[in-house]
């Protein structure tokens, strides 16, 4: 292409940008629902500094690479492009507050937070849902924006559900999805996995079920609390599952998948006890629709990809959502 040609090109994307709304167009970007991250460094003599952001990606496996993206405007531009390291820390569903926190002028927005250095001399927060600590692998002019592509050096997750964004307020899968409930009569139940194994529970007729407990005034909300109380204290809902009803019965099941951190998924609590879906006969599950259930999840917790089924105890359709 030639320079003039190039100049050209340059010229009319420059005259179509400036016919845009970018108020409008912010708004249309914020109908894509995200994280919520605090992004990390510490400066050459050592002090931390944060900003939130839900511009966060997954770039690549091999090698690991992530991206976050950073207004040039922004006081924190200077040190997180240069400084050559950077922390991502993935919120959890109850740090909203941590989020506000970091998001507002503040000479100092560590100072009521637990954290600690990484070996990568970047902070990471406590009680996140996730953290990657990064090594600066390029920065990337992006318009009024750059991109800083992390090389991921280590990383963990807990388990916590996460907080989301979603145009211009914050959610919790947990709870957005809790508003399918219908009707008076309501039974949650918890999909609580640790590697190929799903804790269960023996019911009344000495079958397999999950943790399940019918909604009272209090709402979905105190029932799966009871539930992770008796059952995985650390345990938090992630998103909802299934939801059906059940035709002969006249209840509405709702069932959540949920998850908890590695090293304390292991201790059962109560009478449940984590089973292999391979090594249970569907015949000694509760009833047929919990052994279609299982078996769904089963194939797509190979796959980390899920689906949310909607209809009733025996027919419905499965909606494909993003793992």
């Known amino acids: 292409m030639s ?13 179509e940008a400036a016919r845009l709304n970018t108020r409008e167009l912010r708004d249309a970007f914020g109908a894509f629902m995200t994280g919520v991250t605090i992004v990390t460094t510490a400066s050459d003599n050592g002090k931390p500094l944060g900003f939130t ?22 006081s924190n531009y200077q040190t997180f492009s240069t ?16 989020s506000n926190t970091f998001a507002r002028p503040s000479d100092d927005r560590f100072a009521n937070v637990a954290w600690h250095l990484s070996q990568n001399r970047n902070p990471l927060i406590d009680d996140v849902s996730a953290w990657f600590d990064c090594t600066t692998h390029a920065v990337i002019d992006a318009g009024d924006h750059a991109l800083i592509v992390g090389k991921v050096e280590a990383f963990h997750s ?3 559900a996460g907080l989301g964004y979603y145009r211009g307020g914050y959610f919790t899968p947990a709870r957005v999805s809790a508003e399918v409930i219908a009707g008076p009569k309501v039974i949650v139940s918890a999909i609580i996995a640790r590697d190929d194994k799903v804790l269960l529970v023996k019911t009344a007729d000495d079958k397999w079920g999950l943790p399940s407990k019918e909604i009272g005034k209090e709402g979905a909300d105190k029932a799966l609390a009871e539930i992770f109380e008796k059952y995985q204290p650390d345990a938090s809902a992630s998103f909802i599952y299934s939801a059906y009803n059940n035709t ?7 069932s959540f998948l949920c998850s908890a951190p590695d090293e304390l998924a292991a201790s059962g ?3 449940g006890k984590f089973i292999s879906l391979d090594d249970i006969d569907t015949q000694a599950l509760q009833d047929s629709a919990l052994a279609s259930m299982l078996h769904r999840y089963r194939k797509e917790s190979q796959l980390k990809s899920y689906g ?5 105890h025996s027919n419905g359709t499965v909606r494909p959502l993003h793992s």
């Open 248 to 254: 002969e019965t006249q209840y509405q099941y709702i």
């Open 83 to 98: 400084t050559g390291h950077f922390a991502i820390n993935i919120l959890a569903e109850g740090q909203k507050e941590l």
């Open 269 to 271: 609590h109560a009478s």
């Open 53 to 74: 952001a839900n511009s966060f990606s997954s770039v690549s496996l091999d090698p690991a690479l992530l991206l976050v993206s950073i207004a040039k405007t922004s």
């Open 158 to 160: 807990a388990g916590y």
């Open 3 to 15: 320079q003039q040609t190039s100049q050209q090109v340059c010229q009319v994307v420059s005259e």
């Open 308 to 312: 949310l089924y909607f209809g009733d």
